[in-house]
């Protein structure tokens, strides 16, 4: 361990908002706001300190509330082929989908 002023830093550690991020578990911005919220576990632990440092290979759980909120958001893809109006129509144009 490395120690720069107060703090501890392990070596081979990475932030945990990556580490979910890289896990496709959400966003970074999404994992800050669950970690603020009390509602990740780190091997068992809840994590509510920003920044905190995990190991690559620590196992991470959310809670049934984040679960559930992650569940409850929906993204669409549309494929638009060439042509096709999808921003607001304007006069005289093609009416939009």
């Given at each position: 361990?490395?120690?720069?002023?107060?703090?501890?830093?392990?070596?081979?550690?990475?932030?945990?908002?990556?580490?979910?991020?890289?896990?496709?578990?959400?966003?970074?911005?999404?994992?800050?706001?669950?970690?603020?919220?009390?509602?990740?576990?780190?091997?068992?632990?809840?994590?509510?300190?920003?920044?905190t440092k995990v190991s690559p290979g620590a196992r991470i759980d959310l809670l049934p509330a984040a679960q559930r909120r992650q569940a409850a958001q929906v993204t669409l893809?549309?494929?638009?082929?060439?042509?096709?109006?999808?921003?607001?129509?304007?006069?005289?144009?093609?009416?939009?989908?």
């Open positions: 361990m490395e120690e720069r002023g107060e703090k501890k830093i392990e070596q081979g550690t990475i932030r945990l908002s990556k580490l979910m991020a890289n896990r496709g578990i959400c966003s970074r911005r999404e994992a800050d706001l669950l970690i603020a919220e009390g509602m990740v576990l780190v091997d068992g632990q809840t994590v509510r300190i920003l920044g893809i549309l494929h638009k082929p060439v042509g096709y109006v999808s921003t607001q129509p304007e006069p005289g144009y093609r009416p939009a989908i």
